[in-house]
Each structure stands twice: as C-alpha cells, then as structure tokens.
C-alpha cells in the first residue's frame, strides 16, 4: 500500500505566501500585455480571488494575534505599535 502523504490543510500563514505568490506571477503575466481578452478576464477572476484568499488569511493571523494577547478578551487586545518596547 503506497504511503499517504500529507493531507492536512496548509497553515494560513502558508495558504498567504502560495496565493500571494500565485498573485504576484499572473500580475507579471497579465502585465505582458500578450494575453487575449478572455484570457485577461478569467486571469483577473483568478486574482480577485487569490486577493480574497490573501485577506482571508490576514484576517486568521489577525484573529491568532488578538488570542494569543488576551485569550480572555481578543476584542480588546490593542493594535501593535512598532515603537512599544515592553
């Protein structure tokens, strides 16, 4: 029996760095300009959803970030101040 791979769902920080990866190529391709017009329309389909996978993903770390500060009270975690220093 062949050996089963991996199938648990990528982390959300991992879904991010592929779909924003994915985002990043066919905005070089669709930049070309050598596209045809439906190509260029069922390429920006793909991007609008590539960009909602991207948000959702940032939305998930954000979520993970505002827990792990006050697991008791995440809606009243603060946002992060570059300049806090403990």
């Known amino acids: 029996m062949a050996r089963k791979t991996q199938t648990a769902e990528a982390s959300p920080v991992a879904d991010f760095e592929q779909s924003m990866q994915a985002l990043e190529d066919l905005v070089g391709k669709m930049e070309a300009g050598e596209m045809t017009l439906e190509e260029s329309l069922a390429a920006y389909e793909r991007g609008v959803g590539l ?36």
């Open 51 to 86: 960009y909602r996978r991207c948000q959702g993903a940032l939305e998930q770390a954000e979520l993970r970030v505002r827990l792990l500060s006050d697991p008791a009270k995440p809606e009243d975690a603060r946002d992060f101040d570059a300049g806090d220093h403990g």
